[in-house]
Nanobody, 115 residues
Framework: QVQLVESGGGLVQAGGSLRLSCAASQSIINFYTRSWYRQAPGKQRELVATITRDGNTNYTESVKGRFTISRDNAKNMVYLQMTSLRPEDTAVYYC?????????WGEGTLVTVSS
């Protein structure tokens, strides 16, 4: 069983930056596609960014040019650098790791962007 633990959330003013981190308990995670999702109050969970084991990235339209996903396989880590934050980015951010039918989630970290 792989465990994922997010950190780095908090309160930030609009226009500010945060970096989220996701630590994995096992190095096998490096073979997985890693993603960040978020869920705002009253809304469904949405995919924010994805990075494959080969380093290919993809972003939802609303964060393109503002967020950057990266991974450090030597440390079993994945990061989400968030800049130019907006109030609508307020959500609980979840780390995900997926490989075929294996699908792991962290507990989430809250990001609050004040206007």
């Amino acid at each position: 069983q792989v465990q994922l633990v997010e950190s780095g959330g908090g309160l930030v003013q609009a226009g500010g930056s945060l970096r989220l981190s996701c630590a994995a308990s096992q190095s096998i995670i490096n073979f997985y596609t890693r993603s960040w999702y978020r869920q705002a109050p009253g809304k469904q969970r949405e995919l924010v960014a994805t990075i494959t084991r080969d380093g290919n990235t993809n972003y939802t339209e609303s964060v393109k040019g503002r967020f950057t996903i990266s991974r450090d396989n030597a440390k079993n880590m994945v990061y989400l650098q968030m800049t130019s934050l907006r109030p609508e980015d307020t959500a609980v951010y979840y780390c995900n790791a997926k490989l075929a039918r294996l699908d792991y989630w962290g507990e989430g970290t809250l990001v609050t962007v004040s206007s």
